[in-house]
T-cell receptor, first 116, second 114 residues
Framework: DSGVTQTPKHLITATGQRVTLRCSPR?????VYWYQQSLDQGLQFLIQ???????AKGNILERFSAQQFPDLHSELNLSSLELGDSALYFC???????????????FGPGTRLTVL | AQSVTQLGSHVSVSEGALVLLRCNYS??????LFWYVQYPNQGLQLLLK??????LVKGINGFEAEFKKSETSFHLTKPSAHMSDAAEYFC????????????FGKGTKLSVKP
């Protein structure tokens, strides 16, 4: 158990819908990352937040957005869903000390999204 | 830009045999390198990391990896495979200690035959 929690574990929805995935980082970790894992694209970095602010952006679609709240949990919002958005979505967190974000990341169990 | 190439999407070994999973990286700056393992229906677990200290890095579950700058490689090894090692293994690179996002290879699925 990494200490990172994600809900829900599974999500099944229809095309065109909007969903929200939730992540709680390890206690004390200020930085949160979102990754998408699919068979064709592999593991792709989506976005990173640090202490409530967006820190880095990867291959995140405009239909997707994220935020990190004052209690440090994060949500990933996926809208206008398409079949190709079906994937495993991981959240990870890492330690930050003295404004340095250490890049050893601890991953949650993931949310499996199925778009029908 | 940084990238990671894992040679072999599937590797099969017999129980007790040497495990060798290959990873080559491309980076314009000294890299930070990681190996993660993913068991079926689970998240990724960190096996080991290279952060510019010792070139031979020991990780959990008897795995180790050697950083070879001249070969731009970071291959993962284990002297004797166990059935419980069957999983998918991912090599990842990060550009700097303070820039956290990881760039992953495509993964190598390890099968262990009895």
């Amino acid at each position: 158990d990494s200490g990172v929690t994600q809900t829900p574990k599974h999500l099944i929805t229809a095309t065109g819908q909007r969903v929200t995935l939730r992540c709680s980082p390890r206690s004390g970790d200020l930085s949160v990352y979102w990754y998408q894992q699919s068979l064709d694209q592999g593991l792709q970095f989506l976005i990173q937040y640090y202490n409530g602010e967006e820190r880095a952006k990867g291959n995140i679609l405009e239909r997707f957005s994220a935020q990190q709240f004052p209690d440090l949990h994060s949500e990933l919002n996926l809208s206008s869903l398409e079949l190709g958005d079906s994937a495993l979505y991981f959240c990870a967190s890492s330690v930050a000390r003295d404004s340095i974000i250490y890049n050893e990341q601890f991953f949650g169990p993931g949310t499996r999204l199925t778009v029908l | 830009a940084q990238s990671v190439t894992q040679l072999g999407s599937h590797v099969s070994v017999s129980e007790g045999a040497l495990v060798l999973l290959r990873c080559n990286y491309s980076s314009s700056v000294p890299p930070y390198l990681f190996w993660y393992v993913q068991y079926p229906n689970q998240g990724l677990q960190l096996l080991l990391k290279y952060t510019s200290a010792a070139t031979l890095v020991k990780g959990i579950n008897g795995f180790e990896a050697e950083f070879k700058k001249s070969e731009t490689s970071f291959h993962l090894t284990k002297p004797s495979a166990h059935m419980s090692d069957a999983a998918e293994y991912f090599c990842a690179v990060s550009v700097a200690r303070s820039q956290g996002n990881l760039i992953f290879g495509k993964g190598t699925k390890l099968s262990v035959k009895p």
